[in-house]
């Protein structure tokens, strides 16, 4: 008789090692052959041959004749991407001594599954979007004398996910080109069906291409998204982990420079799961996980911000980016001045606030010679009374933003004598 389930196995256990102790193997002098326990899958899901989500937990069971089944191994053998159907699969129950059983000591296992091959063309309808993988979980009960069921328990079935939806925030724009300085950041956000819609995740990576582009008379990429499905890994960035703190951002510097001749662009992302599953295809409507940029060079690069004498009130005066020329203030009969600046102006281009530092007289405000003379970067905003000694005295304030591009502001107070 099989005794199923370790709870009644085990209670039956003490007068069975009892009986031995007392019994079999000195008064009988050789000890029975231990037999091997067996093993049952009490989940109902995933059913033999069907489809589940690719997040999977398995129960199962051993029973043991002259003993008890006190922990358990499995192996999940995944088939190749090109096996589609149950009916194309052969079980072949792994060795014994097969190097792949993992040992756990529990009635259950979590597993998340391979679920990475969409059985359509991503150019057309795609369906549902199912990806999916076929799989076969084996374990075995190990008895309390160390025999392993000969026979493992299996169950074959489908795992299946749905990939990761992506969308570009702004300065991305929906359906149209997002015109942009030459260096800017680009963020999203997005999420991951575990499978059936019920349950969601981060997704586990992300990548993303930025690729030259021309727009046809209705400001449409000509090519795209079609050019897209025919990238080469090569042309992809790195996978990068799902960060929504940290990461979830590219920034894009000096593009201009990169792409000579080039002015409009597209740029893509694609997420991974934890299936494997890879968002299949690009779209510019919501969700948006491709955008076309038009990067135009006369806009101006970097922080915008003003910067404002409060003392004597000498004025206030707007810096909107890199190479926004130097303020002339006359500051004839003024003694001293103080200076205010802020806030920075960062999300036209993408990017998050930064820091600032502030100097005087200096000659170039990149020579790294100069570095000691420059406050440290910090939130300040203000910088102490300044008297002003010579006829010409010129303050210089730098805003940085966190991806580090530097707008400097300078303003040259003159006076007529001193
Ligand atoms: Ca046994
Ligand atoms: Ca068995
Ligand atoms: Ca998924």
């Not at 199923?4 to 009892?18: D, E, K, M, Q, V």
């Not at 792949?100 to 998340?112: S, Y």
């Not at 130097?326 to 999300?347: N, Q, R, S, Y």
Request: proline content about 8%.
């Amino acid at each position: 008789m099989h005794r199923t389930g370790l709870r009644s196995a085990s209670r039956i256990l003490p007068s069975l090692a009892l009986g031995c102790v007392l019994g079999c193997s000195e008064d009988l002098g050789t000890p029975a052959e231990n037999l091997p326990p067996d093993t049952i899958i009490t989940s109902g899901l995933p059913s033999e041959g069907e489809s589940v989500p690719h997040h999977v937990r398995m129960d199962f069971r051993g029973a043991d004749q002259d003993g008890f089944a006190n922990r358990f191994e499995y192996i999940v053998e995944t088939y190749p991407k090109s096996i589609s159907q149950y009916s194309e699969i052969t079980v072949q129950t792994p060795a014994d001594a097969d190097p792949r059983w993992k040992r756990i000591e529990a009635f259950n296992v979590e597993l998340v599954l391979a679920a990475d091959t969409l059985r359509a063309d991503p150019r057309d309808d795609i369906g549902d979007g199912r990806f999916d993988r076929w799989h076969t979980f084996f374990v075995r009960a190990i008895d309390n004398e160390g025999g392993a069921d000969p026979t493992p328990a299996v169950r074959t079935f489908n795992a299946f996910t749905l990939a990761p939806t992506l969308l570009l925030l702004p300065p991305a724009e929906i359906g149209r080109p997002a015109e942009l300085p030459s260096s800017f950041v680009l963020d999203w956000n997005g999420s991951d069906d575990v499978g059936n819609g019920i349950a969601f995740q981060d997704p586990l990576d992300v990548r993303w291409v930025f690729r030259p582009a021309t727009l046809n008379a209705s400001g449409r990429p000509i090519g795209f998204p079609e050019a897209l499905y025919d990238l080469t890994e090569a042309d992809w960035s790195d996978w990068l982990p799902w960060d929504l703190d940290a990461g979830n951002r590219v920034a894009l510097l000096d593009v201009l420079s990169q792409f000579p001749g080039d002015s409009t662009f597209v740029f893509a992302l694609q997420g991974r799961d934890d299936g494997g599953a890879i968002t299949p295809q690009f779209a510019d409507v919501q969700p948006n996980n491709m955008a076309v940029i038009r990067v135009r060079s006369d806009l101006p690069v970097g922080p915008l911000f003003s910067v404002r004498e409060t003392q004597a009130g000498l004025g206030s005066w707007s810096f909107d980016g890199q190479g926004s020329p130097t303020v002339i203030v006359d500051a004839t009969g003024t003694a001293t001045v103080t200076l205010e600046w802020g806030p920075m102006t960062v999300a036209h281009y993408g990017a998050r606030t930064g820091d600032w530092r502030w100097a005087w007289n200096i000659g170039d405000p990149f020579d790294p010679g100069n570095e000691n003379l420059w406050s440290t970067w910090s939130d300040a905003t203000e910088a102490p009374p300044r008297d002003l000694t010579t006829t010409s005295e010129k303050f210089l304030v730098q805003a940085r933003d966190d991806v580090g591009v530097i707008t400097t502001a300078i303003v040259l107070f003159t006076s007529s004598g001193r």
